[in-house]
């Protein structure tokens, strides 16, 4: 991963709206949650709601899908591997690490 993608996805996670959601969406799990759920549970305004997923929709972190009425997002566990990877990636190659 390059060190700028890396930076546009911690970006959208420095948020704490936006780290809520995605946190909650992992604890949901693969099957990821309705709109509606998560706006329940968070207590988020709808409109607000809408704001922080398109931002973590768009740089890959939640994919959105429509089932019939009830539109779900769903957490991308590649895309947050890929970005925990790189920020181990060089653990340990400069000095002592007690990990």
């Known amino acids: 991963m390059e060190k700028e993608i890396a930076a546009k996805k911690l970006a ?3 948020h704490i709206t936006r ?3 995605f946190r909650y969406l ?3 799990g693969d099957q990821g949650a309705p709109v509606g759920q998560i706006q329940e ?3 988020i305004p ?3 709601l809408s704001h922080h997923i398109s931002r973590l929709v768009s740089v890959g972190l939640v994919r959105q899908v429509r089932e019939s009425r009830t539109l779900y997002c769903i ?3 590649e895309v947050l591997n890929e970005l925990i990877d790189f920020l181990q990636a060089e653990c340990c190659t400069e000095g002592n690490c007690k990990t």
């Open 75 to 77: 957490p991308q566990f």
């Open 26 to 28: 992992v604890k949901v």
């Open 41 to 43: 549970k968070l207590n």
């Open 12 to 14: 959208e996670l420095g």
């Open 19 to 21: 780290l809520s959601i």
């Open 46 to 48: 709808a409109s607000t």
